[in-house]
């Protein structure tokens, strides 16, 4: 049976997270995962970029140090805010469970069930082929709990 994204789900992971790994960080303004940065950011989220490239530049995006993996980080991780292609969300999520992440969102676009199978069986929270963008505003969510 395919995933589907529930409202319920929806909402615990976008009061319940305040520090996000968002991977597949872009520093170009034009990109999704920069303005989808900056929206989280504003909402006060705690958005933390991944970027192997970037890092290794030793770049910062919204004046955030730019981590090279998850595992770098050296804060905990509620929320792993995937912006890569479907084949390659699988091994952001398999990064995810094994940092101890507490859920993994797959932005809009970004399908992989057996990835998010594999997160749910580890007992994670998951949100797949959407974006917090839309999710925040049509679920009334001003941003994290405190």
């Not at 395919?2 to 960080?25: C, E, H, W, Y």
């Amino acid at each position: 049976m395919p995933f589907r994204n529930a409202d319920k789900m929806l909402r615990q992971i976008l009061t319940a997270s305040k520090t996000i790994a968002l991977v597949g960080a872009s520093k170009k303004p034009e990109r999704d995962s920069n303005h989808i940065m900056g929206f989280l950011l504003s909402l006060g989220y705690n958005v933390v970029p991944v970027n192997p490239l970037l890092a290794h530049a030793g770049d910062t995006i919204f004046d955030k140090k730019v981590y090279a993996t998850l595992k770098d980080i050296p804060e905990p991780i509620d929320m792993v805010d995937i912006f890569r292609r479907s084949d390659q969300a699988g091994g952001v999520v398999d990064e995810a469970i094994a940092i101890g992440a507490k859920c993994v969102w797959l932005q809009e676009g970004v399908v992989d069930e057996d990835a998010a199978q594999r997160a749910l069986d580890a007992g994670l929270l998951v949100a797949m082929d959407t974006c917090p963008y839309v999710e925040i505003p049509r679920l009334g969510i001003d941003g994290p709990d405190d």
